[in-house]
């Protein structure tokens, strides 16, 4: 049975239990419980039943044996779905379990676990889940445990605490590959995944459905590989990969068809129908969700009875049939039992339903409702990296209700949504004094704050089909129409490739740089004067992109550099929460770098030495602290009391994790086995300094979320309180950068604020002359402000 191998456990127990008919009733009705059990696994629930019916022999009724039975059975009526035989069983198995092995003892809690969750009684059967994982500790049974935390795993996703979800499935899938039991490891890994597509995680869902379907393969369980394939299309399709989603559909609706199994059925067609209605295919869409429909039973799986009811809405919605749009999406919006993301999908894609019927009242009422349902499911969600994701699974109905609001002409009620979903975890873990939820900013209070900071304020959401900018100014806030987000995107990617391949972008001039300018500025242009102070505040792919690299077209093409000074923002409540905050009135240095090797993929940096030397001369013998060489460890930084400096300096190689952005981290010499300052590290000790730089490779991280914006080492010190800070965007020159840190230290030590000091520094590079004018080497270091 240990094997899988359930066919040969009934046949020899059969036979064991024939043989001692006769000799020993107590081994006669250990084999037949043992059979019932092959039986259980076999899904013969019915025929196990029947085999433990009959009563014990009185000699057997109060011991060891009684307990076995009563709890196989119990197990057996579960699983048959007759609850209340199996409560009176159970109750009989749990009052004659005290004077049972301990062992015994657990496996009753268990079934006692099993039959609460499969009653929907999760508070209850966590509870008792508990307990069996408290026990399989205690009497050192890791199977035991590892089974156990993924059944807390199941019972916390069933509750929709998703986070916690994902903890106890890490947890038993470390108890596996350090036991080397793998029997469980493709659900568990299945069940990962769709704990990170619930947060909205969608890197990390893929990666794990990925490898549940790989793991399923190999173990030849088909109804799991079938789901782990639909869920790998769901994502694909989420992230609007259609080929692939495409491909990864067929699969899993050919093989549910020749497993002839109606749930796996159902979920491969109702995938389809996702994939088929992301690329606009009608016809095949309403195909495969009438089939899903047709197979669905009574007591069908109620999740896939929901998924084929929304798509039978977004089907009805796109043919014009709104009336019935409407009565499904208000099906599933009173439906109880439906998961919190549906029905927040379901107001939203109501109030559109209402919006192409000329109800704007209905509508807007039904946006906010979805609204509403995200935010609260986003507080129930306790870790804070997890929120960090969270509203990429539902940043497309606040998009929606933005268009909404701009075609009724109410453009500052638009920005003040798209406000709400900005920087949320960063602004709650600063504790800013606004509550950032309400992005309730007046028109006159837009005009105040880029008055305070003397700055225009550029602010951009990205939408599939249109995207917006709103220029706010001292003066007023005004709207501009913008492109598509596809188009957009493609020319990011292009131009910021052609960077990399240090190009010269002027000579010739390149045309998505000055295609970027034209779509994204030349809206704008008449109301940023030259030499102004600007304040971006970008979305999605525009994150990756370094404005100052622009191209302004004309007779003389230039960077768009030479015009203005540039800082980047993540939102406009941590920007006027910034100009109230007190600033360090310190000087003082923390200077940590030229780092002893680490491992051989961190070699020492040749250049390191130059630029601790060229910033150390910026500061006083007392106003410094150094860290260098052997002493620059994590455990050093933690330990310097970091919140007393109002510089922070790091020469060092830096990593950004694209999958666990706070696994990103600053390399630093080798102590014990610990080199990396991760961010989860920087953001558990608060920050006070006026400037950190992190002269290192992808400082600013290479991961963009949905509201969050770029998340790794930058996002962590904003995080940790810091006031700015300057990050890289890709590898920087090390050769170059000790050069361009002696123009940045020049200017802040001459009284410039790091914005001018900054960008006076990349101008020295591009006026030089000298291979140092191309982006390449001055570009990457991008300013970072607003905590």
């Known amino acids: 049975m240990q094997h899988s191998e359930f066919d040969s456990a009934l046949q020899q127990a059969d036979q064991a239990a024939g043989d001692f008919a006769r000799r020993d009733l107590a081994w006669h009705w250990k084999f037949r419980i043992l059979a019932a059990r092959a039986q259980i696994f076999r899904g013969q629930y019915k025929d196990a039943i029947d085999r433990l019916k009959p009563d014990l022999p009185p000699q057997l009724m109060n011991g060891e044996v009684a307990v076995l039975r009563k709890m196989a059975l119990a197990n057996a009526e579960d699983l048959f779905e007759q609850f209340a035989a199996a409560e009176i069983d159970l109750s009989e198995a749990e009052r004659l379990a005290p004077s049972s092995a301990p062992k015994i003892r657990m496996q009753v809690i268990q079934t006692r676990a099993n039959l609460e969750f499969d009653q929907k009684k999760y508070p209850q059967a966590e509870m008792a889940f508990r307990k069996v994982l408290d026990l399989s500790r205690e009497l050192n049974l890791p199977a035991s445990e590892q089974q156990t935390l993924g059944s807390l795993g199941n019972t916390a996703m069933e509750q929709e605490h998703y986070d916690e979800a994902a903890d106890r499935y890490r947890a038993s899938l470390k108890l596996a590959e350090e036991s080397g039991r793998t029997f469980s490891v493709p659900t568990t890994l299945g069940n990962l995944g769709w704990s990170f597509y619930e947060l909205g995680d969608y890197e990390n869902a893929k990666q794990s459905f990925r490898q549940a379907e790989q793991a399923a393969s190999r173990a030849g369980e088909s109804a799991d590989r079938i789901s782990w394939l639909t869920y790998l299309a769901e994502v694909d399709s989420e992230t609007h990969a259609n080929t692939e989603a495409k491909s990864k559909a067929d699969e899993a609706l050919r093989l549910a068809r020749a497993l002839h199994d109606p749930l796996t059925t159902v979920q491969a067609l109702n995938a389809s129908t996702i994939v088929a209605l992301e690329t606009n295919d009608m016809r ?226 390149n045309r998505d740089g000055t295609k970027l300018y034209t779509m994204l500025v030349e809206p704008a242009q008449d109301l940023i004067a030259k030499s102004a102070q600007v304040t971006m505040l970008p979305d999605a792919s525009l994150y990756g992109l370094n404005f100052e690299t622009l191209i302004v077209p004309g007779e003389t093409p230039h960077y768009w550099i030479e015009d203005v000074s540039i800082t980047t923002a993540s939102s406009l409540t941590l920007l006027a929460a910034s100009i109230t905050r007190q600033t360090s009135v310190t000087k003082k240095l923390l200077l940590i770098g030229n780092t002893e090797e680490a491992t051989s993929e961190f070699p020492k940096l040749p250049q390191a030495s130059a630029e601790m030397e060229t910033v150390e001369r910026y500061f006083a013998e007392g106003d410094r602290d150094v860290l260098e060489g052997k002493e620059a460890t994590p455990t050093a930084y933690l330990s310097r009391n970091p919140q007393q400096f109002a510089y922070l300096h790091f020469v060092a190689h830096g990593t950004a994790s694209l999958t666990k952005p706070m696994e990103s981290a600053v390399i630093l010499s080798p102590s014990t086995d610990d080199y990396k300052l991760y961010a989860r590290d920087i953001v558990a000790h608060r920050l006070n300094a006026n400037l950190v730089t992190i002269s290192a490779c992808n400082g600013a991280g290479t991961r963009a979320y949905s509201g969050e914006g770029l998340v790794g080492l930058s996002w962590a010190f904003l995080r940790a309180g810091a006031h700015n800070v300057i990050g890289a965007l890709w590898e920087v020159d090390d050769r170059s950068t000790p050069q361009l840190m002696d123009a940045l230290y020049s200017g802040l030590s001459k009284g410039k604020p790091p914005a001018t000091a900054l960008r006076d520094a990349k101008l020295s590079f591009l006026h030089s002359g000298t291979v140092y004018s191309k982006p390449y080497y001055w570009a990457p270091f991008q300013l970072y402000a607003g905590s």
Do not use: M
């Not at 009336?323 to 107001?347: C, H, P, V």
């Not at 951009?460 to 492109?483: A, C, M, N």
């Open 284 to 509: 095949s869409a309403g195909k495969y969700n009438r089939e899903a429909r047709e197979l669905e039973s009574g007591d069908f799986d109620h999740r896939q009875i929901v998924a084929s009811l929304l798509n039978s809405g977004r089907i009805a919605e796109r043919i014009g049939r709104l009336e019935l749009a409407q009565q499904i999406y208000l099906k599933i919006r009173s439906d109880a039992g439906a998961q919190t993301s549906a029905r927040w999908e379901s107001e939203a894609l109501l109030a559109n339903v209402y919006r192409e019927e000329k109800r704007p009242t209905e509508a807007e009422r039904e946006f906010r409702l979805c609204l509403k349902t995200v935010d609260e499911a986003r507080k129930a969600v306790e870790r804070e990296e997890s929120r960090l994701s969270f509203l990429s699974g539902a940043i497309t109905f606040y998009g929606e209700y933005i268009n909404f609001l701009i075609s009724q002409g109410r453009t500052i009620e638009a920005l003040q949504i798209a406000e709400t979903s900005r920087a949320r975890t960063l602004a709650e873990g600063l504790g800013s004094s606004r509550n950032s939820a309400s992005g309730a900013f007046a028109a006159g209070e837009l005009q105040s704050l880029s008055k305070r900071l003397n700055s225009v304020l550029l602010c951009y959401w990205l939408g599939k089909d249109r995207s917006h900018l709103w220029v706010i100014t001292s003066q007023g806030t005004r709207y501009f129409p913008l492109e598509g987000s596809e188009e957009i995107d493609r020319s990011v990617k292009s131009y910021r490739e052609a960077l990399l391949g240090s190009r010269d972008a002027l000579h010739p001039v």
